[in-house]
């Protein structure tokens, strides 16, 4: 690609963004006030006891459990139509999470059972309204312990936003 191409480039993609960060800021409020995005955790984690797949993000596995408080306030939970939760996840086979204690199955993404989704893939799990509430809610990813193998199931999942929509 020439300079000038190179430059032209440049700035049609920086004007574009300009244009649409003013498109949102100003034109486009009504979107913005009907949803809420809530970020829960942005650090990746990886659960399991460490054997398996050599190409996990983060190399050493953390335990079987994690958790992580989200608070809500009633404005939130009384105003939201639907709830949903967004995060990477990684290798998964068997794992869930656990939303306030309800365990839901995590979609599976091991690559070695076939054609199923992307070994690493932004999820959305959709979460029924009446398990939040106002206060501390609970979201805790778990791996399952009681594979053929006898051993945990390794896993990792990242990035977890709560998104409230009016």
Known sequence: MKASMKFTFAVLVTACLLTGSLTLAGGNQSHHNRMHEIIVETAFHHLGDGAGFPTYVVPDAEGLYWETTVWLQSWQVRGASTAHL??????????????????YALPDTDATHGVQLPVAGKIILPIPL??????????????????????????????VVLVLNK
Request: glycine share 12%; aromatic share 14%.
């Open 86 to 103: 967004e995060f990477y996840l990684f290798d998964n086979e068997v794992n869930v999470i656990l939303i306030n204690g309800k365990p």
């Open 130 to 159: 009446g398990l939040l509430r106002k206060g501390v809610n609970t979201i805790a990813f778990q791996s399952n312990p009681f594979l053929p193998s006898g051993g945990p199931d390794d896993f990792e999942f990242g990035d």
